[in-house]
C-alpha cells in the first residue's frame, strides 16, 4: 500500500472509509477493504486551497475524535460545504463568526488551531501516525499491531520466561507467542499480490504459529533438534487466543 491509495480514495467513493465493506468484490479489494480501519485511524486531510475537503463527511481536524468536526445542530449537516467556505474571503484566516455559527465550541477550538497559508495548492491526505505525514508499509503495520496485540496468558508467560534458554530466544518467543512477526499472512494485508503460503509446505498460509509449531517441516526440525525443545509443549494457541 502506497501513499497514492490514500489520495485515490476519491476514485473508489468519497464516503468510502464510512461505509460498510462491500461483499462483493476479489481477494484483492477485499485485501485493501480489510485495511480500511487502519487508515481511518490516521488518515486526514491537509487544509491548502479548502476547496476539496467536504466539511462534515472528510476527516480534515487533527485534534478532534476520527479528524471530523460536528455541527452544532444537526440541521446544519445539510448544508453542503466546503472548508474554503468558512474561511475570511481573502482566503488568510478562518472566519470565527462562521465556526461559532456552525460548530460545536470544541470543534471550532480546534479547527482554529489549524494554521491557514494563503496557497492555490490543492488539498491533500496526510497519514497522521509519522511524523513526516506519509503512509508506509512500515507505520500502518505498526498501526495494526497496536490495535491487535493479543493477550497473552500467565500461564503462557510464565512457562516462555522461566524456560531455560538464552534471552534472546525467550524475545523471539514472546514475539511468536504474540504473532507480531511480519510473515506473509500479515503481510499480504498490505501486498494484496504476494502470496501467503509457507514456503517449507506451500500448503497453509505462514502464519508464526504455523512455520514454528505446525508446519510439518517445522515439526521435523524440531523432533530432530538436541536440545529437547519442543514448541507444541507451551500450547500456543490455547491459551494466548482463547
Ligand atoms: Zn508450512
Redesign the pocket.
Known sequence: MTTSSVRNFQMVRRNWLDVDPSKKGSWTWKSVESARLILVAGACKQVNNGESILTWEDPWVPDLPYYKSVPLSPEMQSRCLVVSQILTPDKSRWDESKLYELFTEESAKAIKKIPVKVSQREDKWLWLKSHKGKLSVKSAYKELLDHSVPNVSDQVKSKIWKSKIHDRLKIFLWRVALDILPTKEKLTRFFPAMDP????????P?SSL??FV?????IFLWAGNEWGCRPEAIQFDCPVYA
Open positions: 503460503k509457507c514456503p517449507l509446505c506451500d500448503a497453509s505462514e504455523h512455520l505446525y508446519c510439518h517441516v517445522a
